[in-house]
């Protein structure tokens, strides 16, 4: 088992910019594979980028490439997603979540999940 905890989230007016964290406990951070999802209202949960457990391979969804910058300090056992260029179809709580398998695109994939931190984008 493994607790997962994001910070960072907030109100930001659009083209600002935020850093989200996700502090992870129980187990050997490393050996855990990590996404970010994100959840407006009345929509499905959707992928926003996933990282490897050593941090070299990253994939993003289409929506965030170029602006969004997930990385991962296991010294630290906190995974990050840099937020750049936000826009307002930004919003949403956000997800973090880890599993022991591999990376993947897919919310039912992933084990773990924190309870999520709020981002607003206003216009």
């Known amino acids: 088992q493994v607790q997962l905890v994001e910070s960072g989230g907030g109100l930001v007016q659009a083209g600002g910019s935020l850093r989200l964290s996700c502090a992870a406990s129980?187990?050997?951070?490393?050996?855990?594979?990590m996404g970010w999802f994100r959840q407006a209202p009345g929509k499905e949960r959707e992928f926003v980028a996933a990282?490897?457990?050593?941090?070299?391979?990253?994939y993003y969804a289409d929506s965030v490439k170029g602006r969004f910058t997930i990385s991962r300090d296991n010294a630290k056992n906190t995974v990050y997603l840099q937020m750049n260029s936000l826009k307002p179809e930004d919003t949403a709580v956000y997800f973090c979540?880890?599993?022991?398998?591999?990376?993947?695109?897919?919310?039912?994939?992933?084990?773990?999940w924190g309870r999520g931190t709020q981002v607003t984008v206003s216009s």
């Open positions: 990282i490897n457990w050593s941090g070299i391979s990253t």
């Open positions: 129980g187990r050997t951070f490393s050996n855990y594979v």
């Open positions: 979540a880890a599993d022991l398998g591999v990376v993947s695109r897919t919310a039912g994939d992933y084990d773990y």
